[in-house]
């Protein structure tokens, strides 16, 4: 029995990716509540923290989302929501709209992404994510954000978000840097750097290179440090529930740093 700390809802539209024709990569994803549970059911999942479904660039899409999650939350006791918000002064309608359901039942993490636009260091976003963090703390919510190497999602720039917020905000480092760059970074020493500086900062290993969990696990173990910040997620569908699973096991085996990824930091912060 796993507990997944960040999984999408939501069917995208077909899109014209790159230049070629329009397709739709998320194979999995789920368009219904009934459609999500029948997939927890399926792998065991006890718990799990359901996020709207993005990629595509038009953020309206992702907000759309927002009720079909809470509806999920809503249904089954397994399952906590995660908004979409936007650090774009463009969406910030849509962004007071979604922040206004931050007090529903079931509502336990906001997510954010600079994959459709922003940056950390954009003195344009700075008013949108003071707004998003202050509703966080006010809420008592975990604040999601995406890593991948370059860009503004790279670990240089997210990690500003650390710096300025994690002292009263959990901040979710979501793909640990998403790539070799933004591995060698956080658990070369950032990562831990920053929770020996009392930041309330956490991550998981989906989509993260071969040697990136086991070097982690490791350096937990060495530094004694970290145990409890780390999360499975599958990140379905742009993840793949089995290949994160038998990765993320292998490497933390089967002893209280397992329990700790599997289950019991996801149930400390959603439960």
């Known amino acids: 029995m796993v507990h997944d700390a960040h999984r999408h809802i939501g069917v995208l539209p077909a899109y014209p990716f790159y230049g070629g024709p329009p397709v739709s990569p998320d194979t999995t994803a ?17 718990r799990a923290l359901v996020i709207p479904n993005y990629g595509v660039p038009d953020p309206a899409i992702a907000f759309s989302f ?6 999920a939350a809503q249904s089954d006791d397994r399952i906590r929501a995660g908004l979409w918000v936007s650090p774009r002064s463009e969406d910030a309608h849509l962004t007071d709209r979604a922040l206004a359901l931050a007090g529903e039942s079931g509502v336990k993490a906001l997510k954010l992404s ?32 995406h ?22 905000v959990p901040v979710h480092l979501v793909h640990f840097g998403g790539g070799m760059s933004g591995h060698i ?7 831990f750097d920053w929770i020996g500086a009392g930041k309330r900062v956490y991550t998981d290993l989906s989509w993260a290179i071969g040697f990136a969990p086991r070097w982690l696990a490791r350096e937990i173990e060495r ?34 740093l397992g ?9 400390a912060l959603y439960d």
């Not at 927002?66 to 509806?71: C, D, G, P, V």
């Open 185 to 191: 970074k956080l658990a070369g020493s950032r990562f």
């Open 259 to 267: 329990d700790l990824v599997f289950r019991d930091t996801f149930a």
């Open 223 to 256: 530094r004694g440090l970290g145990h409890d910040r780390v999360l499975f997620a599958s990140d379905q569908p742009w993840g793949d529930f089995a290949g994160e699973y038998a990765r993320l096991a292998a490497a933390t085996g089967g002893g209280t």
């Open 147 to 168: 890593t991948s190497p370059g860009a503004a999602s790279d670990i240089d720039e997210v990690g500003h978000l650390v710096d300025w917020y994690a002292d009263r």
């Open 66 to 71: 927002n009720e079909l999650a809470i509806e």
């Open 30 to 46: 789920r368009a219904t509540v009934r459609q999500l549970i029948a997939d927890l059911d399926a792998e065991s999942t006890e």
């Open 114 to 145: 600079f994959l459709l636009g922003g940056r950390p260091t954009d003195p344009d976003c700075r008013p949108q994510l003071d707004r998003i963090f202050a509703t966080a703390a006010r809420h008592h919510l975990v604040v999601h954000v």
